[in-house]
């Protein structure tokens, strides 16, 4: 499809155990963004990847989180020892951002939905 | 501390009715958008605004962004139900790149 991928789209997972999230963007998206939301809650910044700069870690909330993007392209999000407060949906979004027009769009995957018994 | 504050987190009215969702900061924000998010569903584009005190109409939904460029407001006239939904509010600080969300207001509109 044309829109941002997210796999898997649910995920249940027990405590202590790694989780790898995976976001395939938009084809020629330049940004790529990581979000945390909770029930009913709003968008918990994770971290930012803009072009071959290094990428805005400042969200990640413990040393537990961790992100790549491979090539420019697809992204993973790995969670280690994973906590019940880890239980959450992780949405990704890719945008045409230079990191200067800063209007562009975000485009949102379906979010992967974590739980963590 | 949120750095978009957003209010009122939680509007419940009836259809016909019309609202006022604010977004507020004390920073500067080069952009700010406003999202509407649908349950299972990743947030879609409503608006972007840029210039101060611009006001963008969108049917039904009208967007205005503070002449200081630190607050924006969403109204809605005559609320319908498909209108339901939580609607964020998002922008990049000036001199930062990153977009940054509000908390969100849930509305919900009954027939």
């Known amino acids: 499809g044309a829109g941002v991928s997210q796999s898997p789209s649910n995920k249940v997972t027990e405590k202590g155990k790694d989780v790898e999230l995976r976001c395939d963007p938009i084809?020629?998206?330049?940004?790529l963004y990581w979000y945390r939301q909770s029930l009913g809650q709003g968008l918990e910044f994770l971290i930012y990847f803009q072009g071959n700069s290094a990428p805005d870690k400042s969200g990640l909330p413990s040393d537990r989180f961790s992100a790549e993007r491979t090539g420019g392209s697809v992204s993973t999000l790995t969670i280690q020892r994973t906590q019940q407060e880890d239980s959450a949906v992780y949405l990704c979004a890719s945008s045409l951002d230079s990191g200067r027009a800063r209007t562009g769009e975000l485009f949102f995957g379906e979010g992967s939905r974590l739980t963590v018994l | 501390t949120q750095l978009l504050e957003q209010s009122p987190q939680f509007l419940s009215i009836q259809e016909g009715e019309n609202l006022t969702v604010y977004c507020n900061s004390s920073s500067v924000f080069s952009s700010l958008q406003w999202y509407r998010q649908e349950p299972g569903e990743g947030p879609v584009l409503l608006v972007t605004?840029?210039?101060?005190?611009e006001v963008k109409k969108l049917k039904r939904l009208t967007f205005q962004f503070g002449d200081a460029r630190k607050d924006s407001s969403l109204h809605i006239t005559a609320a319908q139900p498909g209108d339901t939904g939580l609607y964020l509010c998002a922008g990049a600080r000036t001199g930062g790149f990153k977009t940054i969300f509000g908390a969100g207001t849930r509305l919900f509109v009954k027939a």
């Open positions: 605004v840029v210039t101060g005190g």
């Open positions: 084809s020629g998206h330049t940004a």
